[in-house]
């Protein structure tokens, strides 16, 4: 079965600093899309990016961007001039283009410090 | 607002007892997530169903059970509960239930049983 890891439970950044949150997966699928999706105190859970495993270029969403290593299983967040309403939990996402299943990390707490 | 609505937002019960949590789509959407979130298990995929048929399974427990209704609505039946059913339960849209699809969450239920 695959399995999602992020092994911060917590990280701390500045205010317009970058930081990093760390996501690995164990999979034997060759085919599947990993997320990262953040959830605010509100608890919505909210989209932040898509990698799709097929492609080899790192996605990108305006500050957000990801480092996808896919011999390596590693697929990392980098959050770039971080404001404050970026605090959150985030968690990084499996899901198989096969059997629909979808896994989720433990998730990481972000604090942005003003 | 994702536009996808879970009604009720909160929920008290007994151990043993049976409760139904209702969610509508985003308009247009034909595929229906559900997700458990709990302290102990964590962010866990239950089931999708896409226009009216179950699409993907996942950690769903034989005393829950899911189905979507022809206006595409969704129940969620969580029955003989226990303590350890607590949980905020979320759903989610698609607009065709593919692994790559964004998927919008509804604020949640929450349910606490006693």
């Known amino acids: 079965a695959q399995t999602v890891t992020q092994s911060q439970p917590e990280m701390s950044v500045q205010e317009a600093e970058t930081v990093t949150l760390s996501c690995t997966y164990d999979t034997s699928e060759s085919d599947y899309y990993l997320f990262w999706y953040k959830q605010p105190p509100s608890r919505q859970m909210i989209l932040v990016i898509r990698q799709e495993a097929y492609k080899q270029q790192n996605a990108t969403e305006n500050r957000f961007s990801v480092n996808f290593q896919k011999a390596a299983k590693s697929f990392s967040l980098k959050i770039s001039d971080s404001q404050l309403g970026d605090a959150a939990m985030y968690f990084c996402?499996?899901?198989?283009?096969?059997?629909?299943?979808?896994?989720f990390g433990a998730g990481t707490r972000l604090t942005v410090k003003p | 607002d994702s536009g996808v609505t879970q009604t009720p937002k909160h929920l008290i019960t007994a151990t043993g007892q049976r409760v139904t949590l209702r969610c509508s789509p985003r308009s247009g959407d034909l595929s229906v997530y559900w997700y458990q979130q709990s302290l102990d298990q964590g962010l866990q995929f239950l089931i999708q169903y896409y226009n009216g048929e179950e699409r993907a399974k996942g950690n769903i427990l034989e005393r829950f059970s899911a189905q979507q209704f022809p206006d595409l609505h969704s129940e969620l039946n969580l029955s003989s509960l226990e303590l350890g059913d607590s949980a905020l339960y979320f759903c989610?849209?698609?607009?065709?239930?593919?692994?790559?699809?964004?998927?919008?969450f509804g604020p949640g239920t929450r349910l606490l049983v006693l």
């Open positions: 989610a849209s698609s607009p065709w239930g593919g692994p790559s699809e964004t998927q919008y």
């Open positions: 996402a499996y899901r198989s283009a096969n059997s629909g299943d979808m896994r």
